[in-house]
Nanobody, 120 residues
Framework: QVQLVESGGGLVQPGGSLRLSCAAS????????MSWYRQAPGKERELVAR????????NYADSVKGRFTISRDNAKNTVYLQMTSLEPEDTAVYYC?????????????WGKGTLVTVSS
């Protein structure tokens, strides 16, 4: 079955960096776009970054442009989120996401999330 497993979260000081990873299994990873979302306490889940199946195109939320970079390694079935110049406002649970086909339509798949805390 489809699994998305995030790792790499933790506590970091403002201005610091972290790299999140999402290991995918159960589907043909190289055929599908992948995304990172985040949800801060008391806020709705929001899209952070998306990458096309081949990795050639990416898009980002305005709040992270220039600071975060999404990438993927299709040989390793893994998508990454490199986060730099972290701010307290980046504190959130970060989720890996894929929308995959199923009989009759599509289905959304989410990982369990990894917590990023930016604090001094």
């Amino acid at each position: 079955q489809v699994q998305l497993v995030e790792s790499g979260g933790g506590l970091v000081q403002p201005g610091g960096s972290l790299r999140l990873s999402c290991a995918a299994s159960g589907f043909i990873f190289s055929s599908y776009y992948m995304s990172w979302y985040r949800q801060a306490p008391g806020k709705e889940r929001e899209l952070v970054a998306r990458i096309t199946n081949g990795g050639g195109n990416t898009n980002y939320a305005d709040s992270v442009k220039g600071r975060f970079t999404i990438s993927r390694d299709n040989a390793k079935n893994t998508v990454y989120l490199q986060m730099t110049s972290l701010e307290p406002e980046d504190t959130a649970v970060y989720y890996c996401y894929a929308r995959l086909p199923r009989v009759g339509g599509r289905m959304d798949y989410w990982g369990k999330g990894t917590l990023v805390t930016v604090s001094s």
